[in-house]
């Protein structure tokens, strides 16, 4: 089963079998590393419509067989060559998956999971981030979700920075952006502030023999690694797919974000011959002012200029659950670039607050 994908569905249930599938998420990683220690994009990207129905089928039949009422989830491992899947658990209560595939969708499953266990159904309840709808429904996502685990490994002497299925990240954090590429890039850079997104760690010049390993072992690096095969060797999108098993899909779009970043290292590229649509290009591919100055020997402060010259920022978007079908007053926003206009207006001149924890 090595190189089989893993999927997971947040399935939500009442007493008088109304059943909803909340969100489904996808492994960045194939089969062999817990969910936990994996990056996890949701919605599911390489699915197609048969293989999203058919889990989708199968986890509402296993949740309505298992007689569970609230929230729960399904995992699955699917062969990416056929139609074959493998239930690989189902856990009956809510989990670290929920509190992502919340935060995701906006659909409020602790709440509403607790309100099932009150004797409420679904379609008594409301839809708390659009106030006009009921819980009985499956959100519908216009933008993409990232989440990439954190490690302390570094902290401990001796230890293994392999991951497998037993969990070693003590937290995880989430981006959200309209394009996968911008998503993880958000969602590298949150992790540590050392990380500029998607590029090689400094000081990370293995050899061949070495390189191929650490593609070949998940480990809390293989991230890097996989940017340093593709940025500064020119591993091609089919030869890490053999090594790694990681979904083409996912290796096309880490090849997107290389082909911006050795436009932006070119010798003859600085940021005074930069042109508006490329300064566009990167930023909609996830690039940081901080990167792009990185690349360009420029400042921070020159590549923020540069961009406002051009009329460059980005847009504010509101997470509504439904994209945009109906309207929400919810303040769950993000901001991108891969969009035109903002869904709020900023004529209050309020209060930002800034914090952190």
């Known amino acids: 089963m090595r190189g089989w994908k893993e999927v997971e569905y947040e399935v939500v249930r009442d007493a008088q079998d109304n059943c909803v599938t909340v969100c489904n998420m996808e492994n960045f990683d194939p089969l062999g590393v817990h969910t936990g220690d994996s990056i996890v994009v949701a919605p599911s990207q390489t699915l197609s419509d048969a293989e999203y129905h058919m889990l ?3 986890a509402i039949k296993i949740v309505r ?17 056929s139609m074959e899947y493998c239930v690989i658990e189902m856990n009956a209560r809510l989990s670290r998956s929920s509190a ?47 989440k990439i685990p954190r490690w302390d490994l570094a902290k401990f ?82 030869r890490l797919h053999e090594i790694t098993a990681i979904d083409r899909w996912f290796l096309y779009k880490l090849e997107n974000i290389c082909e911006v970043h050795r436009a932006l290292r070119d010798p003859h590229q600085t940021l005074q011959n930069l042109t508006r649509a490329q300064l566009e290009t990167a930023k909609r591919t996830g690039f940081s002012d901080a990167q792009i100055a990185r690349l360009t020997n420029a400042t921070e402060d020159g590549v923020r200029a540069a961009r406002a010259a051009f009329g460059l920022r980005p847009f504010v978007k509101r997470i509504d ?31 930002m607050v800034l914090g952190s924890g």
């Not at 569970?68 to 990416?80: D, I, K, R, S």
Request: hydrophobic share 35%; aromatic share 10%.
């Open 65 to 81: 067989h298992m007689g569970v009422v609230g929230e729960c989830n399904v995992q699955y491992a699917l062969n990416p060559h």
């Open 56 to 58: 989708r089928t199968a």
């Open 157 to 238: 002497n001796h230890v293994s920075r392999d991951i497998g299925s037993c969990m070693k990240s003590v937290g995880e954090v989430m981006a959200i952006g309209r394009t996968f590429e911008e998503s993880l890039q958000k969602a590298i850079r949150s992790v540590d502030p050392s990380f500029a997104g998607f590029a090689p760690l400094p000081g990370l010049t293995p050899n061949d023999k070495e390189l191929e390993e650490m593609l070949r072992s998940p480990t809390d690096r293989r991230l890097f690694y996989l940017a340093y095969a593709m940025i500064e060797r020119g591993y091609s999108v089919d």
């Open 321 to 351: 659950t439904l994209a945009g079908e109906f309207p929400a007053p919810t303040n769950y926003l993000y901001t991108t670039y891969n969009a035109a206009t903002d869904d709020v207006s900023f004529g209050d001149r309020g209060t």
């Open 100 to 146: 992502l595939a919340s935060k995701a969708t906006g659909y409020p499953l602790a709440f509403v999971a607790a309100k099932i266990g009150l004797g409420w159904t679904l379609p008594e309840l409301q839809n708390s981030v659009t106030t006009t709808t009921t819980a009985c429904f499956e959100p519908s996502l216009d933008y993409v979700v990232t």
